[in-house]
């Protein structure tokens, strides 16, 4: 097992967190670190971690590998209304682009939930929450970053990298992760607080997709537009093919290559 694991006691070395982070459940293999924090109970600012992920997924189901990445799940248990739930992803984002710009490293948020480097992604977050009656909202939100992966196989290797492949250099998974952490914990808690446009203007510059020309998918339909703005909501907001101006909130979207 690699001495650079996520525990408690190596993250504690970079964490400046009250509470993100304060409590690690570190699992030397586990089939979803998502799906582990789901099915318990852990308090607010929980972390757990492993270091092998079986059956890691990202959006739409996708599969996610871990070899030689890092895998980490935060517990939060935020006092908002639900709509409000989504935004903490691009929360997270911001929150990851600003760690590896402490880095130097220039990465670009690929609305609302990749991270990417010279036009591949390194990293996804995934955002699950379960409800009960009577009590606040119990957000699990998953980020996985291909960090030291030294090659990919065939049918992702044009699409997917990681730091190591994009710079050359090796990084500590913990360092990482605890900036990760130290950011998050400072924009949460403004967005907690009311405060969003913090992270807006984060993803907003840092956005992979603003000027591009894109492909909207939603529901298997296809269409083309062009992205020019993140919305106070978060929300995407393009216009398409007939001129329209239209504020997306949910699907998928990819870049495309034709002018």
Request: aromatic content about 6%.
């Amino acid at each position: 097992m690699s001495r650079d694991y996520l525990s408690g006691e190596n993250l504690n070395r970079h964490l400046h967190t009250r509470f993100m982070g304060r409590n690690v459940v570190f699992i030397e293999k586990v089939d979803s670190t998502n799906n582990y924090a789901k099915n318990n109970d852990l308090s607010d600012g929980s972390l757990v971690t492993c270091e092998e992920q079986t059956t890691g997924r990202g959006r739409l189901g996708r599969r996610w590998e871990s070899q030689k990445g890092m895998c980490m799940s935060i517990v939060l248990i935020p006092e908002i209304e639900l709509s409000q739930i989504s935004k903490i992803t691009q929360v997270c984002a911001a929150a990851v682009a600003k760690a590896l710009e402490e880095l130097e490293i220039g990465s670009q948020i690929k609305w609302p939930n990749d991270i990417f480097l010279n036009g591949k992604k390194i990293c996804g977050i995934l955002t699950e929450m379960k409800t009960e009656m009577n009590k606040h909202p119990y957000v699990v939100v998953g980020i996985g970053m291909n960090i030291n992966n030294e090659n990919f196989p065939d049918e992702i290797k044009d699409i997917a990298s990681s730091l190591f492949i994009e710079t050359g250099n090796t990084f500590e998974k913990s360092l990482i992760a605890a900036k990760i952490l130290n950011n998050f914990e400072t924009l949460y808690n403004e967005f907690i607080n009311g405060n969003f446009n913090a992270s807006l203007d984060i993803c907003r510059e840092k956005s992979y997709v603003i000027g591009k020309n894109i492909n909207l998918i939603e529901n298997n339909l296809v269409r083309k537009a062009t992205a020019v703005d993140i919305g106070s909501e978060g929300e995407l907001v393009v216009i398409t093919e007939d001129r329209k101006t239209e504020k997306i909130i949910s699907g998928e979207v990819s870049v495309r290559l034709d002018i």
